[in-house]
């Protein structure tokens, strides 16, 4: 097949959906030859009339072996004699998925029904529909912005694969990947469930005596929860008898929860069913801005007002495993898209960061399976496989991700956007406008210099480049670029920063030299990445905040697994080494070109250091919990030449200042650094403006206050260490989030 609008599709069934796909499809390519195959010969005259469809056909065979696409969208239970018919009567390299809405099953009938074609059945289910059936309903809109899950395997070609992720962008929708597992757990709780609680409402009322009059009156609620017992009962019927494993899992669970309100209804207890209704509320409130209002990029997370109000005193003991890094998890999602092949991927940091650049991979059209408990499976689509984005990319709080991604969209032969949220649409871009620009790129900002970015996407020649700073996000955005221009590029880095991208280029298959001596790091165009599975070691930079913990607080014992200790990275185990706190290191040994260790930390007295520059871009995300050191340390610990800590998440010099401040601690701030003197910690309200290292580092200072500390803007924690509260009260810090969203907080 040349192109998905030369190619012809069949479609299976003109039902609802299937007619929905049929309609779409024409709607956006009149060309687009569509078959139609139904057991109703009156919609398929119809559709014939209204052109949406060139033929329609009683039986499958008939067209099966002059269609490149199959689109089979038929109830659950009948897909299997569809297969049967269509095996053997497949056009060579035809791509065949379904619509249902449970997975297990079906595979299990295509593993069983296709042969070798199974390799090309690829199934999906759009998250889109009615209570309404028949080709009458059908809209060409139906999938517009709408979600749809694919539940790839390895086993499947990666050509079908990315031809049934083209026919669902062709027609609006947003393309998901799920495990079949997960898809039909999922499902299982959001749509089955619903579903027969609604069938089982009516006809409860059916039933009772009392129906005689009661739909009379039954407006409102009853108008609401039994819409979805208008739904084809076939179609619902083979679903739950297909989905029967995950559906009783979650209905035995409902059932417990209404004998526990039914308690609370006989015990008339207002309290537990206010409660239970509030949080249920609450969740509904923020999913309801979420996912019915695309427009609002925010996250639910973002746009919450969380404040973390921590106990003072205590200390740090365990054995902890903190998230995912974020540097290399971010890469990972970019080089398995852009592999060829699929990339396994364990350890994902699951925070809103590398949540957005996965969501900007798919919506250039890569596969992604999940995260599930840190595991994603990317479909690579190859370096020339991105397709150009429908909107601005949303890089959230992320200068890494934008700044990585506008290297790699310079060179690519379609216009981008992107954009971000607030502290990002204040952030530096000149910093990669300016050398992508001597490449040849099209690379505008806003006045100022800050996003949005407008990317006009163009072919780049190498450069020599003299880096003004030490900043891992700009050399990996110039080696991002640097991947598609024909020639090589130099770029020469003051002092040594993260080099993540050179390890992951070089685990890749990519050839890139790297010279230690000299900074220089030399990289031709053209070649090809190969997919290669990456398992990514805890964040050093989360990790920090606990060593400092431990570090600072009386009788603490803190052992840290599986942290990446990549040399590039170390500055805060040589910091705090330095001001003599008691680290060891072992276990150590590499993951996929990455050294990890297991890092124990126990409590010492600390001493105030002059913080050698070298370290500075080693340590670049930790200063924040270094400083709660410093506070905790005896005398004055002094840093110069880091003008860059102004220009992150946060002004963090400032941020940082301002809390000391507030705490008693003694600093001075200068333009490029601070002295700070190490002393009593008070408590107090700190704002963390809005940054997630500035919210985490104090919530450790707590440990050595003397009264509750209380830190204003806490959400963005979410960015980079979901799950940092419950870590850090398991471990013995005490705090409690409070969340001010509806308590008129400004
Ligand atoms: C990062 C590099 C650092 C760091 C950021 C992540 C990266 O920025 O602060 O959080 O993943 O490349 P700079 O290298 O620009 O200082």
């Not at 059932?255 to 609450?282: C, D, P, S, W, Y």
């Not at 990446?564 to 500055?571: I, Y």
Request: glycine share 10%.
């Amino acid at each position: 097949m040349s192109s998905f609008a030369e190619s012809t599709v069949l479609i299976v069934g003109l039902g609802m959906i299937g007619g929905s796909v049929a309609r779409g499809l024409k709607q956006r390519n009149p060309h687009q030859q569509i078959l139609a195959v139904d057991t109703d010969q009156q919609q398929l005259d119809l559709a014939t009339e209204q052109g949406i469809i060139e033929q329609g056909s009683l039986t499958v065979k008939e067209f099966a072996a002059q269609a490149d696409v199959i689109v089979i969208a038929v109830p659950t239970l009948a897909i299997g004699q569809i297969l049967v018919a269509l095996e053997g009567t497949l056009k060579p390299g035809a791509v065949i998925t379904d619509v249902a809405s449970v997975k297990e099953a079906v595979m299990t009938q295509a593993q069983a029904k296709l042969g070798d074609s199974k390799s090309r059945f690829v199934p999906s289910h759009p998250i889109a529909g009615s209570e309404k059936s028949g080709f009458g309903a059908a809209s060409g809109d139906l999938f517009a912005n709408r979600k749809v899950i694919i539940t790839p395997e390895p086993y499947m070609d990666a050509d079908a694969i990315q031809t049934v992720h083209q026919l669902w962008r062709r027609l609006g929708a947003d393309v998901l990947g799920m495990t079949v597992r997960r898809h039909d757990d999922v499902l299982a709780a959001t749509s089955h469930l619903p579903h027969l609680l609604s069938y089982a409402l009516v006809d409860v009322l059916v039933k009772s005596k009392r129906n005689e009059d009661i739909f009379r009156y039954a407006a409102g609620g009853f108008a609401d929860f039994s819409r979805l017992a208008s739904s084809d009962p076939t179609m619902w019927a083979d679903i739950f008898v297909a989905n029967s494993r995950a559906t009783t899992a979650v209905l035995d669970e409902y059932i417990e929860h209404l004998q526990l309100l039914r308690k609370a209804l006989v015990n008339k207890e207002h309290g537990f069913l206010k409660t239970t209704f509030t949080q249920a509320k609450a969740a509904r409130d923020s999913f309801v801005q979420k996912i019915f209002n695309p427009m609002a990029e925010p996250t639910a997370q973002e746009s919450r007002l969380l404040d973390y109000v921590v106990a003072p005193g205590g200390q740090v003991t365990g054995d902890i495993r903190v998230p995912g890094d974020k540097s290399i998890s971010h890469r990972a999602v970019i080089f398995g898209s852009l592999a060829r092949g699929v990339t396994e991927v364990s350890g994902f940091l699951e925070g809103e960061d590398a949540l957005n650049t996965l969501d900007a991979f798919r919506e250039m059209g890569v596969t992604i399976v999940g995260p599930e408990d840190g595991k994603l499976t990317i479909y690579g689509v190859g370096r020339e496989g991105l397709q150009a984005p429908r909107k601005p990319l949303y890089m959230g709080n992320s200068g890494t991700a934008m700044r990585l991604l506008a290297g790699l969209l310079a060179a690519q032969p379609f216009p981008s956007q992107l954009t971000g949220d607030e502290s990002l649409l204040t952030r530096p871009m000149q910093r990669i406008a300016d050398p992508l620009g001597d490449m040849g790129a099209r690379v505008d900002t806003a006045r100022g210099g800050t996003p949005p970015l407008t990317i006009t996407g163009t072919r780049l020649h190498g450069i020599d480049y003299e880096m003004p700073m030490a900043s891992a996000q700009v050399k990996s955005c110039l080696l991002f670029a640097a991947m598609y221009v024909e020639g090589e590029t130099r770029i020469r880095e003051p002092a040594p920063c993260r080099d993540h991208t050179e390890r992951m280029l070089k685990g890749f298959g990519y050839p890139v030299e790297t010279n230690s001596a000299t900074g220089e790091v030399i990289i031709s165009g053209g070649h090809e990445l190969t997919a290669s599975d990456i398992d990514i070691p805890s964040d050093i930079s989360s990790a920090a905040f606990f060593m400092v913990a431990a570090a600072i607080s009386p009788g603490s014992k803190l052992l840290l697994r599986h942290v990446g200790v990549n040399p590039t990275r170390t500055g805060i185990i040589t910091l705090l080494e330095l001001m003599g706190a008691d680290i060891q290191l072992s276990n150590t040994h590499e993951v996929g070109g990455e050294p990890v260790a297991d890092i124990l930390v126990q409590h010492a007295p600390l001493r105030g250091i002059e913080v050698p520059r070298e370290l500075i871009p080693l340590a670049i995300g930790e200063f924040p919990a270094l400083f709660i050191a410093a506070a905790c340390a005896e005398g004055t610990t002094r840093l110069r030449g880091a003008e860059e800590l102004r220009v992150k998440e946060s002004d963090r010099l400032q941020a940082m200042a301002n809390g000391l401040d507030v705490l008693g601690i003694k600093n001075t701030l200068v333009a490029d650094g601070i002295d700070i003197v190490g002393g009593a910690i008070g408590g107090g309200e700190v704002d963390s403006a809005g940054d997630h290292r500035i919210a985490m580092a104090f919530t450790i200072a707590a440990l050595r206050s003397s009264a509750a500390i209380t830190i204003g803007n806490c959400s963005n924690v979410a960015t980079s260490f979901p799950g940092f509260v419950p870590l850090a009260n398991k471990v013995g810090v005490a705090v409690q989030i409070h969340d001010q969203t509806d308590s008129g907080a400004d």
